[in-house]
Structures are given as structure tokens and as C-alpha cells.
């Protein structure tokens, strides 16, 4: 009997759980994943990491270059004797050297290519914000739209059943002889019809719940009810001016803009002089040693006119980004006026269908209380129903659009990121990796340093 109680217990503890409510996912736990698992956000961080390597390899160009080299060089000579007898000494040499140069001059080309990958990097972070902007809309989008799906979905089936059950009225009716066979017929056309689209709304949450795995990086949960709409801009005006100072996509062009300003200048000070100094130290197996200290001033005079076209070409790219650069604050510009535009029209729509669905009800309403009494046919109430089903769809399209066209203008005035959304987890630290190689570190504690952060980000 005691045994018997504790499996009568274990299954009311067993039940208990399974009856227990799975906590909802909400649109935030939705982005917060998004964050996390997006493959093309690491992608475009291994990106900026090779960005911070090309600062670390300009830095080296400042440094000394010491070449070691060791030769064997095998002599075969063949004398011939008075005698006529023939002779054929041979000789192997051995001999290694150690050599270092320095370039002491070079006009600033070295200096300036260091600033120019530091503007390069400035840039890549800006494109890194980007692409977590592209992540969280699509996250916003598919979370949206597949709760919009289920929605549709559970529309669709509650129409399905007032259909059934007008079918089974109008089916009782004509057994008394209150209507025609046409209006049954009316009524089965109508509900297969319902049906039909019951079908193609829960093939669209199959189709949305894969655009939800791709977005958010693994399968949806039960989706709560979306969370109060983030605060943007006071008005269309203000959501431009904040964009103008605050999109990645600016900002990037900004430093592109920059770097293309000091390749113009390096293209300009490499047809100037250069003064190295190189010196060495070899030694022969003969245990002859050999010291040298070189200073050296050079200065290419021509090359087919390779130097000018290069400065030329630098100065194109120059105007290039110059160019681009004003066409993507009017493209920003554009992008928000589109998206206020249509935050605009989502929430105007959102009114009108609220009106709607009040007058649709009333006239279902009205519309069923006549058919019971013989004032309306079967007809006239499958169209009120209809109607009302319409209107109730239409607010759950525009309810969506409303939240994407938000959370698209934060996108267009560059504000849909973790840190603006304030998601409350930790951020990708673009400046950990950057620190570690600015100083170009080899074998040292510095370099440790370095692996240690490169295996920690191969781990995540």
C-alpha cells in the first residue's frame, strides 16, 4: 500500500509539471537571442578583427627588419698539371649573417599608413553596429510576423467553427422548410472556403516559424504579447537630425572619407626621398667575421609614370568617398521620412479598423438577429461574418506593421542596437581585440596576452 501511495504521489507531481504554464517568449528574449547566435555578426567581428591586424602590421613597418641567413656555397675547380695529369680541388664554404634595417625617412608614409588603418578600423566598427541593425530588425520582423501568423491562424479557426455552426442552423432550417437548398449550399461553399484559408494561414506560420530559426537562431516558443513600442523622435525633423549624427552608415562613410584623405597624402609623400640604415654581422666557417653599417638615401626619379597615376588614383578615391558620403545622408535622410511615413499610416489604420470592427460586429450582430426571424437571408449573413473576419484580420496586419515600421525607424535613425534597446547583456567589446595587437606584439607577455583573447573568442 506504501508503495502504491508513493506512485499515485510521483504521477500527481508528474502531472503537476506537465500542466505547469511554459513561460511566453517575448519579443526581448527574442532579440537577445538574435544577438547571440547570429553567425553573420561573428563573421563581420572576425572582419574587424583582421582590420585591427592591418593597424598592427602598419605599427611594424616603423620597426626594424632583421633578416638572419645562413649559405653553403660548394666551389669546384679543375686545374691541370705540367705532368698532364688533371686536378680537381673542391671547396665548401659556410657562412651566416645577421642583418637589420631601419627606414629613418620615408616623408611619413609609415605614420600616415598607421592612420589610415586606424580610420579603416573606425570604419569596420561602423559597418559591425550595421550589421547588428540588419540582425535585431529581422529578429523584430520574424517575431512579429509569425505571432501575426499564429494570430491569423487562431482567426481562422474560430471562423471555421461559427460557420460550422451556421451550416447546422441553416441545414436545421431547411428541414423545416424556412429556406432553400441554395442557401445550405451557400453555407457549405462558405465554410470550405474557411477551411481552405484555415490551410494556407497555418502554412504561413510554418513558413515564418523557418524565417524565425534563421532570425533568431532557434526554434519559437510560445510568443507573448508584444511589449510597449520604444520611444523614437518627436517628429519627422527631429528623427532626420538625430540620423545625421548618429547612423553607422554615415559614420562609416565619415571615416572611409578620412582614410582616403591620408592615402592621398601617402601617394603624395612616396615620390619623395627615403633614408635607411641597414647593418650586419656575418661569419664564415673560417671564423672570419664581418661588420657593416649602411646609410642610404634614395629616391625613385621615374617609373613610367607608375607614381603619378598612383597619387592620381588615390585622389578619385578621394572624391569617390567624398561623393558617397553626400548621398548617404540624403539616402538616410530618405529612409526616415519613409519610415515615419509608414509608422504613420499603420497607426492611421489602426484607428479606422478599430471603427471597423465596431461596425462589422453591430451589423453581424444585427444581421444574425434578422436571419433568425426570417428578415435576412443565409446569404446577407455569411457577408456580415465575412466582414467582421476581414476587419479583425486587417487589425492584426496593422498592429504588425505598426511595430516593424517602429522598430524600422529606430533602424533608420541608426538606434537598434542591444546597448539603445537596453536589453541588459553584455556587448561584443570592439576594443578588447584592438588593444591587444595596436602595438604589434611578438614573442612577448604582450603576446600571451594576445593568445589567451584569441583562444577566448574561438571558444565563444
Known amino acids: ?30 532579440l537577445i537571442s538574435a ?25 611594424s613597418a616603423l620597426r626594424p627588419v632583421v633578416d638572419f ?12 698539371l705540367p705532368t698532364g695529369a688533371s686536378v680537381s680541388p673542391d671547396s665548401l664554404t659556410l657562412t651566416a649573417s645577421l642583418t637589420a634595417s631601419l627606414t629613418l625617412y620615408d616623408g611619413g608614409v609609415n605614420r600616415m599608413g598607421i592612420a589610415a588603418a586606424k580610420e579603416t578600423v573606425l ?4 559597418g559591425l553596429i550595421g550589421v547588428e541593425h540588419s540582425v535585431l530588425y529581422s529578429a523584430v520582423r520574424a517575431y512579429m510576423m509569425l505571432r501575426m501568423y499564429e494570430d491569423i491562424v487562431a482567426l481562422r479557426q474560430g471562423n471555421v467553427r461559427v460557420l460550422t455552426r451556421e451550416l447546422e442552423a441553416a441545414q436545421d432550417r431547411f428541414d423545416l422548410g424556412e429556406i432553400t437548398r441554395t442557401d445550405v449550399a451557400l453555407a457549405e461553399a462558405r465554410l470550405a472556403g474557411a477551411r481552405a484559408e484555415l490551410s494556407a494561414a497555418q502554412g504561413n506560420v510554418l513558413v515564418g516559424r523557418e524565417t524565425y530559426i534563421l532570425a533568431i537562431g532557434k526554434p519559437p516558443g510560445r510568443l ?71 646609410l642610404g638615401l634614395s629616391q625613385r626619379l621615374y617609373q613610367g609614370g607608375g ?68 428578415a435576412r437571408t ?31 525607424l529606430l533602424a533608420a535613425m541608426g538606434y537598434l542596437t542591444v546597448e539603445h534597446l537596453k536589453l541588459g547583456i553584455p556587448t561584443y567589446d570592439v576594443t578588447a581585440y584592438y588593444n591587444a595587437v595596436k602595438n604589434a606584439p611578438a614573442a612577448s607577455a604582450q603576446g600571451k596576452r594576445l593568445d589567451r583573447i584569441l583562444q577566448t573568442y574561438q571558444r565563444n
Open 123 to 126: 570604419a569596420t566598427r561602423q
Open 307 to 374: 607614381m603619378s597615376s598612383a597619387y592620381r588614383r588615390a585622389m578619385a578615391q578621394r572624391d569617390a568617398a567624398r561623393s558617397a558620403l553626400q548621398y548617404k545622408v540624403a539616402e538616410v535622410e530618405q529612409a526616415v521620412g519613409e519610415a515615419w511615413a509608414q509608422r504613420s499610416v499603420a497607426r492611421a489604420s489602426i484607428e479606422a479598423t478599430d471603427r471597423q470592427i465596431v461596425a462589422a460586429q453591430a451589423a453581424y450582430d444585427g444581421v444574425r438577429e434578422e436571419t433568425t426571424l426570417g
Open 378 to 408: 443565409t446569404l446577407d449573413l455569411l457577408n456580415a461574418e465575412q466582414e467582421l473576419l476581414d476587419a479583425r484580420a486587417d487589425r492584426l496586419t496593422v498592429v504588425t506593421n505598426e511595430y516593424i515600421s517602429t522598430y524600422g
Open 224 to 294: 507573448s504579447n508584444p511589449p510597449r513600442l520604444p520611444v523614437t523622435a518627436r517628429s519627422v525633423e527631429e528623427a532626420k537630425r538625430i540620423a545625421r549624427g548618429q547612423h553607422y552608415a554615415i559614420k562609416q562613410l565619415q571615416h572611409q572619407l578620412a582614410a582616403a584623405e591620408i592615402n592621398l597624402q601617402r601617394a603624395k609623400a612616396r615620390m619623395g626621398p627615403s633614408v635607411t640604415v641597414q647593418g650586419s654581422v656575418g661569419m664564415d666557417d673560417s671564423g672570419l667575421v664581418d661588420r657593416s653599417v649602411t
Open 1 to 30: 500500500m506504501l508503495g502504491r501511495a508513493r506512485q499515485m504521489m510521483l504521477g500527481a507531481a508528474v502531472a503537476i509539471v506537465a500542466a505547469a504554464p511554459v513561460q511566453a517568449e517575448t519579443l526581448g528574449d527574442a
Open 69 to 80: 641567413v645562413t649559405r653553403a656555397t660548394h666551389l669546384h675547380n679543375e686545374a691541370r
Open 35 to 59: 544577438y547571440k547566435n547570429s553567425s553573420l555578426l561573428e563573421q563581420n567581428r572576425a572582419l574587424l578583427r583582421a582590420a585591427d591586424e592591418d593597424v598592427a602590421q602598419a605599427v
